[in-house]
């Protein structure tokens, strides 16, 4: 049985390999965006990867200066973003063009060779190795449990762009052999739980953050663009704030719309059979800070991944939130000083984590069936 499972890991990059990192990026991103603009002429949308390849390959190998598998995995990621599109119409669903402007670049092993303590990527001006910033080997995180484990291959890789900072997604699979359907069944039952915030919109158990920031950015500039036209109170500002409630409830949903794509490939690629949100009922009273819309937002996002879900056979689930925040992920012991705002630190076994992603772990652990299940 294959188990796979995905581990981000912080990359030492300093100021020149950073520059080069951000103009792959945005090669990669041009190309990609590139055979979106190209699948997308005309009443029939392209979602072939063989046609995209064959007809925009030599274009895009001529306009940029990316790897050849870079090209192609660029293509893989256009193709992907239109598919989910077209998939979206099937139910019924409005979708626009995608546009990708997510700083992230797709490696496989063409173009990335992976190492113990380092990575090679390719780049638009060649290969660079750096190193990764490595957790303590004593603390329980997804490095120590996948990468220092001999069963576990890497097999790809994102690079991610995160609050200045460069990651590497890791991507992993191993061989498990189990001796009866049973252990079978439950192997699959990986639970990946997700927990919901305001400076964190969503953290799932895999270590992958939607920051929060954007969201606000945007929330509040719309609410003084509504302040401004009502202070007006002519006809016309009054329907201005009608068309600023409508792009307001435009971007937030393709905000919505990208992280619940995101959460679902977290969970294919950690052949997850169950995602566990915290109980969204009374979430304003567990987060003073929420507003009105981060409360929407939450429902709207769970709701997103419940029926995006259905297409991929994996249960969504919501679960008591109960001292997930303050409960240790490692040993258990629940304390409210374990959390201080976003450090966790546990106060009997030393277990150090940031406080979203050590509560997503929680709330995976929180599914009924954790008996046979085990968080991803």
């Given at each position: 049985m294959e188990v796979r499972r995905t581990v981000p890991v912080k990359l030492d990059v300093d100021s020149d390999e950073a520059a080069l990192l951000r103009e792959t990026v945005d090669e990669f991103l041009w190309a990609a965006n590139h055979v979106v603009d190209h699948a997308w002429q005309g009443d029939y949308k392209i979602t072939s990867k063989a046609q995209l390849q064959e007809e925009t390959y030599d274009n895009v190998r001529e306009q940029t200066r990316l790897h050849a598998n870079l090209v192609q995995n660029a293509r893989n990621k256009a193709a992907d973003a239109v598919q989910s599109a077209v998939a979206r119409w099937k139910q019924g669903e409005y979708a626009g063009k995608p546009h990708l402007s997510k700083p992230t670049v797709v490696y496989d092993k063409r173009c990335a060779t992976f190492y113990d303590e380092c990575v090679s990527l390719a780049t638009v001006d060649g290969r660079i190795e750096i190193e990764y910033v490595l957790p303590d080997d004593n603390r329980d995180t997804p490095h120590s449990r996948y990468l220092d484990n001999d069963d576990y291959q890497v097999t790809g890789a994102e690079l991610h762009l995160r609050d200045g900072e460069w990651f590497l997604h890791l991507r992993t699979k191993a061989e498990m052999?189990?001796?009866?359907?049973?252990q079978a069944t439950a192997e699959h039952s990986t639970v990946l739980g997700v927990d919901l915030g305001v400076n964190q919109l969503a953290v799932t158990s895999t270590g992958t953050f939607w920051s929060g920031h954007?969201?606000?950015?945007?929330?509040?500039?719309?609410?003084?663009?509504?302040?401004?036209?009502?202070?007006?109170?002519?006809?016309?500002?009054?329907?201005n704030v009608q068309s600023v409630g409508r792009k307001e409830t435009g971007r937030f949903n393709m905000m919505l719309h990208r992280i619940a794509n995101g959460i679902i490939d977290e969970a294919a690629e950690n052949g997850v059979a169950v995602i566990a949100f915290e109980e969204l009922t009374g979430i304003r009273d567990r987060l003073p800070e929420a507003s009105w819309g981060h409360k929407w937002a939450f429902e709207r996002l769970y709701e997103y991944v419940e029926y995006k879900t259905e297409l991929h056979?994996?249960?969504?689930?919501?679960?008591d939130p109960e001292n997930t925040s303050r409960r240790c992920s490692h040993c258990g012991f629940t304390h409210p000083d374990n959390r201080d705002g976003e450090d966790f630190l546990c106060l009997k076994c030393g277990y150090e984590n940031h406080a979203d992603y050590n509560a997503a772990?929680?709330?995976?652990?929180?599914?009924?069936?954790l008996a046979k299940t085990r968080t991803a």
């Open positions: 052999e189990s001796d009866t359907p049973e954007e969201f606000d950015h945007w929330r509040h500039e719309y609410e003084k663009r509504r302040a401004s036209l009502q202070q007006c109170g002519s006809r016309y500002a009054h329907r056979g994996i249960d969504v689930v919501q679960v772990k929680n709330i995976g652990l929180r599914h009924p069936s």
